[in-house]
């Protein structure tokens, strides 16, 4: 897939409207205590391509997303955080409190770095409104997506922004399509697609995926939605629906066992969700001997999802995969589907 790259356009003396992925977990260290960011890692990712437009000598304005405030101003959903981190990354001495830059909230990071506040917090983001998008492009002078993972959703400051202003993709969303398009094109075969979590959307990309993959294992609570909707009565001999032990907290043991011998004799694997929940001890067997089993194999190995990650960094196997997609749904409908609103905007 081709995609503007940014390191073809002068940006210098530009300001570039930059969409990145902070919605990150936030903690506090006492119930009054400051809120801090738990898990940079999606920060961390956005930095070569801040840096790089630092560099180039443009004025860099931060978009980006935390949870779901639904249109409300909501505290708890604050980018702060976020712009703290960012103040400690960047060293700046006279970072400005929050402020306001015409109709936004923002953050004020470096004299060249900015951070406006949760787009969430405005109704027109999440409806695609027109007019919010115009808003936010009277910004800048030039627009990068650079957030993967929310490139499924057709939300203003990812479809709409780029219609509005000359735009390009970042270095992290760039790899991401060129990993993906990989596995896409030339995969090792047999590919086993390891789908588990909570969200049984989800299951909307089982019948793209069908389409090329060999196996789908499905576990954590979606057993119960495929069993739903009656798929293992005329279901596709591809898809295994993993049984839940008696608590409905994890996949049995049997279940385990099941695709344990699938991953080992897949080619690529690629994992979205856990298998239980598994931050508790009596309900993390079935996803810590799937991540173990996904490690030893010899296959091409990509996961993808906050909690997917949160569980590989759990059982201590942080840099045992090939590739750590950024979004989870958005990796998946891509694999599904070939493409992606929020890319296919780039492209126009």
């Known amino acids: 897939m081709n995609l503007p790259d940014l390191r073809i356009f002068k940006l210098t003396g530009k300001t570039v409207l930059l969409r990145v992925n902070y919605d990150v977990p936030i903690r506090r260290s006492a119930p009054q205590g400051k809120p801090f960011v738990e898990d940079d890692s999606r920060i961390v990712e956005s930095l070569p391509t801040i840096n790089y437009l630092l560099e180039q000598k443009a004025k860099v304005i931060l978009l980006s997303h935390l949870g779901r405030p639904e249109g409300k101003i909501v505290q708890e959903y604050s980018l702060r955080p976020c712009a703290d981190y960012l103040n400690s990354k960047f060293k700046s001495q006279n970072a400005k409190l929050q402020f306001k830059m015409q109709n936004f909230d923002a953050f004020q990071i470096t ?12 109704l027109g983001e999440e409806a695609n409104d027109p007019e919010f998008a115009k808003k936010l492009a009277s910004l800048g002078d030039f627009y990068i997506n650079d957030a993967f993972a929310v490139c499924h959703r057709a939300h203003a400051s990812v479809v709409s922004l780029p219609n509005l202003l000359p735009h390009a993709a970042g270095f992290d969303l760039l790899e991401e399509v060129n990993v993906l398009s990989g596995i896409l094109e030339n995969p090792k075969r047999p590919v086993v697609v390891i789908l588990g979590g ?9 019948f793209g995926l069908l389409k ?12 119960v939605e495929a069993r739903r909707e009656k798929w293992e009565a005329g279901s596709d001999e591809k898809i295994i629906i993993a049984n839940l032990d008696d608590t409905g907290k994890d996949i049995t043991k049997e279940s385990t066992e099941k695709f344990v011998l699938e991953v080992k004799s897949a080619g690529t694997i690629i994992w979205a969700g856990p298998m239980g929940q598994y931050e508790e001890a009596t309900s993390q067997a079935g996803t810590e001997e799937i991540i173990q089993a996904i490690v030893e194999s010899s296959a091409f190995k990509v996961a993808g999802g906050g909690d997917t990650e949160s569980a590989i960094s759990k059982f201590g196997y942080d840099g045992k995969f090939d590739f ?9 409908e891509f694999l599904a589907n070939g493409d ?9």
């Open 324 to 332: 750590i997609s950024s979004g989870g749904g958005a990796m998946l």
């Open 198 to 206: 909570a969200k049984a959307d989800k299951l909307d990309a089982v």
């Open 340 to 348: 992606l609103p929020g890319l296919k905007a780039l492209r126009e």
């Open 111 to 122: 004299d060249n770095l900015i951070l406006l506040e949760n787009l969430r917090f405005y």
């Open 212 to 223: 090329w993959v060999d196996k789908i294992l499905i576990g954590g609570r979606l057993p």
